[in-house]
């Protein structure tokens, strides 16, 4: 047998790794200039498709060479077969890298052309949420794929594949019992992403907490509470129990401040009043504004002042501004008007007259 075959060339391994490194230092230079490069000018893309390709492009690149460097130097040593092997799985984990890196680099461009910041941005966050679950199903499918690919480089884990085929049987049922609900939420994801009864940015009533809707994955959904709290739920929670959208069709929206005044406050000087808060106030939309007397009963009436918003937020806002003011309005001309109870000797409430 000849000893040379088993021979290893540590001259070629040794210039091998000069070269690389030459290369490795050749690159980041390069990034570097690139980075510079990029930060002047006024898109910012450039600078995305730079971040996200430096290191699985390097990896190509690498993989090329050593490659290379094999099949010149190597080929004749008994463990190049094995080497080839780890290579190849290392290529394949490459071109998955990268096809993940594209699939964010499509999302990106896509998401650039959505204005989800405008004050009607019902379109804009509908797409998105449909880009962001749809960028989570490619990923989870190329990560699939890729594992696939470098199980079936193994000549063992092909027998093990087949005989897992073969006797699915009771197995098979167990484990499609078992991933049943795990199966359900991820097609209730592709469902949600489709019908969408929420998007991205949805403000919404569940579970008796207001909040917006910050994440959609394929297995859950992140609520942002309006103290800063999040409520974690089910994907499939929005397909199977109620809840309220305030921002479904349209973020527009209506809300309500009540009074409880005594029957001698003229609800006109009220009617007259409300206009001068709202006149000139960004957070009203001037769609709706309306002073009702809605209830009454043995003690007082019940005053309702309806207003309009663009959104939920300006609305809370403009119903708290509004019920601030008419309240000191009334304190200030009205002081006697507001409802008073006082308990009788029977121990009954009774109406506080305003001579008492």
Known sequence: MNNSVNTINFTAIFL?????VVFLFAYFLIYKRLKIYTRKTV???DDFVLDVFKIPLLWILVWIMIKSFAHLF???LTFFKYLIHVNNIVLILSVGWLLIKFVKLGAYLLNKKLDVKASDNLHARRRLTQLTVFQNIADTVIVILTISVVLMTFDGAKAVGTSILASAGVA???VGFAAQKSIGMFLAGIQIAITQPISLDDVVIVEGEWGRIEEITLTYVV???WDERRLMLPVNYFLEKPFQNWTRSSADIMGTVFF?????LPVQSIRDFVPTILKGNP???ERVFNVQITNTNELYKEMRILVSSGDASKNWDLRVEVREKVIDFIQANYPDCFAKVRLNHNNK???QAKDE
């Open 16 to 20: 091998m790794v000069v070269v690389i």
């Open 43 to 45: 898109n910012q893309w």
């Open 74 to 76: 190597l080929k004749d």
């Open 172 to 174: 098979g049922l167990i």
């Open 223 to 225: 609520v942002k509470i």
């Open 260 to 264: 409880y005044v005594g029957y001698d």
């Open 283 to 285: 957070n009203w939309d």
């Open 349 to 351: 409430l009774a109406f």
